[in-house]
């Protein structure tokens, strides 16, 4: 059965009762069936209105669960948010960018997830509903390894959450795949630094495609405290700064050269940050 709510009331009411599996842009959804069709309940939220875009709420920027990567792009936001934006002119073309939602890729949860590094660098939580509330999980658990999440059947995420407390932080993001455009990424990297005065106040990265699922940086994130901010930041960066990956051989690239491409781009982003390009 092909089921379109317009709340998300009776959306979640829905998921409840048919135990359906959501469908927003599709752009993950249809190419994982390959040549078979759906099977069972499909309940399609895009008629859902009150959770697209992006607001304000307080202290957090709230990216709703049926943004595309058109309108991350479209809309004025602050420097913290330029890693996001390259990344969403990254994913697939702009046809994909038009359907594809921020929130379809993390739920997607694949290694190589564009959205992924960004928001992870930016602390950001997920909102998910269900008939019984709603509840916050930070992004760093709901997504637990290769396409595997905290979501429970009957949630839908509704809004991802980022704090605006770095919200002037200079970001950056870098992917490097095997060629230019529509390409699955070899690694990628996500950087927002923050500088007081001359010298970088808190610094978070994340690093995508090396690992089950992207993970932070943490050594270097604490190394990087009280660092200069300017051309030259990236000398700081040292092969053991990046233990925390795990990356495998496989058809794109060796685990040996992603840890090494990690490692400059890691460089690279955190230049850019600090205004070397
Ligand atoms: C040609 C092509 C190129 C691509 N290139 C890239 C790329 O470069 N980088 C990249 O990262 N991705 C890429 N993708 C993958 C895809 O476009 C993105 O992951 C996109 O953001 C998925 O969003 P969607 O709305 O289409 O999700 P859907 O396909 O609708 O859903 C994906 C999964 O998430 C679930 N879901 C969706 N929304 C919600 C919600 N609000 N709450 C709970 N569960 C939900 C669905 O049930 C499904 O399991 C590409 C895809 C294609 C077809």
Not at 106 to 126: F, I, K, Q, W, Y
Not at 131 to 142: C, D, I, K, S
């Amino acid at each position: 059965m092909y089921l379109k709510p317009r709340t998300l009331d009776q959306a979640v009411s829905l998921l409840a009762t048919t135990g359906g599996q959501i469908l927003a842009g599709g752009t993950d959804f249809y190419p994982a069936l390959g040549e078979r069709l759906p099977q069972g309940n499909i309940v399609d939220i895009t008629a859902l209105d009150e959770i697209r875009g992006i607001s304000i709420e307080g202290n957090y920027f709230r990216i709703g669960g049926l943004t595309t990567w058109t309108q991350v792009i479209r809309t004025p936001l602050p420097p913290c948010f330029d890693a996001l934006k390259a990344a969403a002119r990254e994913v697939g073309s702009v046809q994909i960018q038009n359907r594809g939602t921020v929130a379809g890729n993390l739920c997607n949860a694949s290694p190589a997830a564009d959205g992924v590094p960004p928001l992870l660098a930016l602390d950001a939580e997920v909102e998910l509903a269900s008939g019984e509330g709603r509840r916050r999980v930070p992004l760093g658990q709901f997504i637990t390894g290769n396409r595997r999440t905290l979501r429970g059947q009957n949630e839908i995420l509704t809004a991802v959450l980022v704090p605006r407390r770095m919200e002037e932080a200079a970001s950056a993001f870098l992917k490097l795949g095997a060629r230019r455009y529509l390409v699955i990424s070899i690694s990628m990297v996500a950087a927002v630094v923050q500088a007081d005065g001359r010298w970088v106040s808190e610094a978070h990265i994340a690093v995508g495609s090396c690992s089950a699922s992207a993970q932070r940086l943490g050594t270097l994130e604490k190394d990087l405290g009280g660092v200069l901010a300017a051309p030259g930041i990236g000398e700081a960066v040292r092969a053991e700064h990046l233990l925390p990956l795990s990356p495998i051989n496989d058809a794109r690239a060796t685990a040996d050269y992603r840890r090494d491409a990690s490692l400059t781009l890691v460089q690279r982003a955190l230049e850019a940050c600090v205004g070397r390009h």
